[in-house]
């Protein structure tokens, strides 16, 4: 027997859900201490302390780069597995344009 072919739905991504999503993730967590009882470690901390000293120190901006940026990738990783769920569900943000609505390039311009 021979194996049946499956047919898979393709479904676009929702770019504006998954920015929505990964902003929703990331906003929190730049005012997360991930170590507690040590000391402030917020990346907001981090921002305020160079906002404050002109942005003169190279070392700290490193590292808020850094934290940032590892706490930016799992928020946009969830994002997309969160706006894929909700667009296989069914949610989208922007409609399909109507077949019916869209131009039709093939007519010929109208005589004079």
């Known amino acids: ?4 072919p499956t ?9 504006l859900l998954w920015a929505i999503f990964a902003l929703a993730l990331f906003t929190p967590s730049v005012f997360f201490n991930p170590l507690p009882g ?3 470690y917020r990346l907001v901390t981090y921002f305020r302390l160079m906002w404050e000293r002109g942005y003169d120190n190279s070392a ?5 780069i850094g934290q940032a940026l590892l706490l930016a990738l799992p928020a946009l990783a969830f994002g997309w597995l969160a706006q894929a769920v909700a667009v296989v ?3 989208r943000l922007t409609r ?3 077949p019916a609505q869209a ?4 007519d010929k311009p109208a005589a004079p």
């Open 103 to 106: 131009a039709d390039y093939e």
């Open 60 to 64: 700290l901006f490193g590292v808020a």
């Open 1 to 4: 027997m021979g194996r049946r």
């Open 89 to 91: 569900c069914g949610v």
């Open 38 to 40: 040590v000391g402030d």
């Open 7 to 15: 047919i898979r739905r393709s479904y676009p991504t929702g770019r």
């Open 96 to 98: 399909r344009l109507d």
